[in-house]
């Protein structure tokens, strides 16, 4: 791969429920805090909006701006972690929300625009597949997924 270009992280899933319930998983506050370790979303979702994730103790933890939001089909947006020592560049996130009969595929990209220390990498490498299991969980059974609150 050449330097300039920066491999995407894609995670895909499969989900028995549907596409409007995804996306409400996706952009509730009801729904992330049981999922996300804890966090509570915040926007309008309308394209050009901020969004917000705040911790259980209502620190800011991820912001960002609404690129996207095709409901139920699509969202993305830039995606911009608070209180690192070291800023993070901006990324993109995406989620994909396909119907394919009775379940739903649900595809998400992280996109970094420029090469990143494979250190911050690997944290969303650990957190997606997690966060991901956690709403599959929720949506499938109703019940969240026993993982650990997000710190604070």
């Known amino acids: 791969m050449p330097a ?3 491999p995407d ?30 966090m509570r979303i915040e926007s309008d979702w309308r ?7 705040y911790a259980p103790n209502g620190k800011r933890t ?5 690129i996207d939001a095709d409901r139920p089909r699509r969202l993305k947006v830039i995606w911009a972690v608070d209180g690192l020592a070291e800023p993070l560049p ?10 394919m009969g ?28 997690k966060i991901l299991s956690g ?4 949506l499938e059974t109703g019940k969240p997924l026993p993982m650990p609150k997000a710190p604070g």
């Not at 739903?104 to 597949?129: N, S, Y």
């Not at 709403?135 to 929720?138: A, E, G, I, P, R």
């Open 4 to 6: 300039e270009m920066t």
């Open 9 to 38: 992280t894609i995670y895909i899933t499969y989900i028995n429920t549907t596409p409007e319930k995804v996306w409400e998983a996706l952009t509730s506050a009801a729904f992330t805090t049981q999922y996300f370790f804890g």
């Open 47 to 53: 394209p050009g909006s901020p969004w917000v994730l």
């Open 62 to 66: 991820v912001h960002g701006t609404v």
């Open 90 to 99: 901006d990324c993109d996130v995406t989620y994909d929300i396909e119907p």
């Open 102 to 129: 009775v379940v739903v595929k649900l595809t998400m990209t992280e996109h970094h625009p420029a090469p990143l220390d494979p250190k911050w990498l690997e944290g969303g490498r650990q957190g997606w597949p």
């Open 135 to 138: 709403l599959k969980t929720l």
